[in-house]
């Protein structure tokens, strides 16, 4: 069998996201509208909150929703997500983190043991938008209504996908955020958006957002610096020596979860506000926004049923009525051993072919004091993605060449 893995074209290096790069335009222009005048042209977005990451968008929201309601302490999250999730819960005293599982092949919490878990101590459940892909949110409002918690729509990689109403994803709970860190298409390197149908809780939000975030001096002069170095280094050349060259290193060093850059603490979330450099950098991304993600759903187009057909390979998709957005494929192998062999071909070739998450969240040994303290409900769906799941990218970087060698990869590692 053909195991030599295709390699990246000499020097190159494919992001394993599409992310929108930036111009040297985006810095100087003086934007069309501001950043939170642009979103609010977007179906929905009226009146964004902008803050420093998404994990601050959500701290702001779980400390707003405590105030509201003290008696409760209890934050539900999918098992299969973002170990920023749990952490967040961390900023907020007395709050904690409890995983539920994901339905079977899937990024939906599972209606049943959502509702087994969800009781008059539960403040908030929160549906994600993994991968560009658009949660059933109502099915969790549904559940979480039948004990009177909130709904919080974690959106952090779904920043421009619609729900079945048209509107934007974020506003189908009482609160939404996206994340507009490096590598989820628009970027100010770090930096997240808050948004709420509810305008009394919009106004709470705001106040809360207020004096939650203020302005830092260390970190806007250091979320700058990064921010340059992105618009420097986003380009298939740029990442060679700015990811790949440590992604194989970590992987040689067998550590996956370093690789993919899910290891985190609690140093790894400041909380401070979004200086007006980036806020204009994103004002003009956002110009761009639209016409990436079209690129991006036209190629999905094509390449998303060419990767479904491979014998047994499923890829996660949209519900009827929804319109996600494509930033890489979640491609579910027939089985861990396929998966690995996959990955095991691929991973180091820079073209693109990575993991989301490595572990479901109670696997992840730097969260178990978070989670530990309660039941930890069984979550095998969410370890059978941790398990089956590969990343392809949706990169307009990565050519028709590169993708038939991919595609041929994972044919033989069937
Ligand atoms: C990245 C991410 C977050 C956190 O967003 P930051 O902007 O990095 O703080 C939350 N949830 C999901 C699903 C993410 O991918």
Not at 46 to 58: E, F, M
Not at 184 to 201: C, H, P
Not at 332 to 357: C, I, Y
Request: net charge positive.
């Amino acid at each position: 069998m053909d195991r030599m893995p295709p390699k990246a074209r000499m020097g190159r290096e494919l992001p394993p996201t599409a992310g929108l790069p930036l111009t040297w335009g985006d810095y100087v222009r003086q934007p069309g509208q501001s950043f939170a005048g642009g979103l609010g042209q977007w179906p929905g977005l009226s009146d964004p909150l902008v803050t420093c990451s998404g994990t601050a968008a959500l701290v702001v929201v779980l400390k707003t929703l405590r105030q509201r309601r003290p008696d409760r302490n209890a934050v539900i999250i999918p098992a299969y997500n973002c170990p920023l999730l749990p952490l967040a819960t961390r900023l907020v005293p007395g709050l904690r983190a409890i995983v539920c599982d994901t339905v079977c092949s899937g990024i939906d919490l599972d209606p049943q043991q959502l509702d087994s878990l969800c009781d008059a101590r539960t403040l908030a459940v929160i549906p994600t938008h993994l991968g560009g892909r658009v949660a059933d949110v109502q099915a969790a409002r549904a559940v979480a209504a039948r004990c009177g918690a909130f709904v919080i729509e974690d959106a952090a990689q779904a920043l421009g996908a619609f729900a079945e109403d048209r509107q934007s994803v974020g506003l189908g709970g009482d609160a939404g955020f996206f994340s507009l860190a490096a590598g989820k298409g628009l970027t100010t390197y770090e930096g997240g958006i808050l948004v709420s149908r509810d305008a009394q809780l919009r106004a709470e939000l705001a106040a809360v957002a207020r004096e939650t975030l203020r302005p830092h001096l260390g970190w806007t002069l250091r979320r700058n610096l990064e921010l340059l170095g992105y618009g420097l280094f986003y380009t298939p050349s740029g990442l060679r020596l700015a990811y790949g060259h440590n992604l194989r290193k970590k992987l040689a060093a067998g550590d996956e979860a370093a690789a993919v850059g899910d290891v985190f603490t609690l140093a790894d979330m400041p909380l401070h506000s979004l200086d007006a450099l980036r806020l204009r950098v994103a004002a003009n991304g956002l110009a761009r926004l639209p016409a990436h993600l079209e690129e991006g759903r036209r190629l999905a187009g094509h390449r998303r049923g060419q990767l479904a057909a491979l014998p047994g390979v499923a890829v996660i998709g949209d519900r009827l009525g929804t319109e996600g957005i494509w930033p890489f494929f979640m491609v579910l192998m027939p089985g861990k051993e396929q998966r690995d062999r996959a990955l095991h071909a691929l991973w180091r070739t820079g073209n693109g072919v990575s993991k989301l998450f490595v572990h479901a969240l109670p696997d992840y040994a730097f969260l178990a004091p978070i989670l530990a303290g309660h039941d930890l409900p069984d979550c095998p769906n969410a370890r059978d993605l941790a398990d089956r799941m590969l990343t392809v990218s949706n990169t307009p970087w990565l050519d028709e060449a590169t993708f038939t060698l991919i595609m041929h990869t994972l044919r033989s590692s069937l």
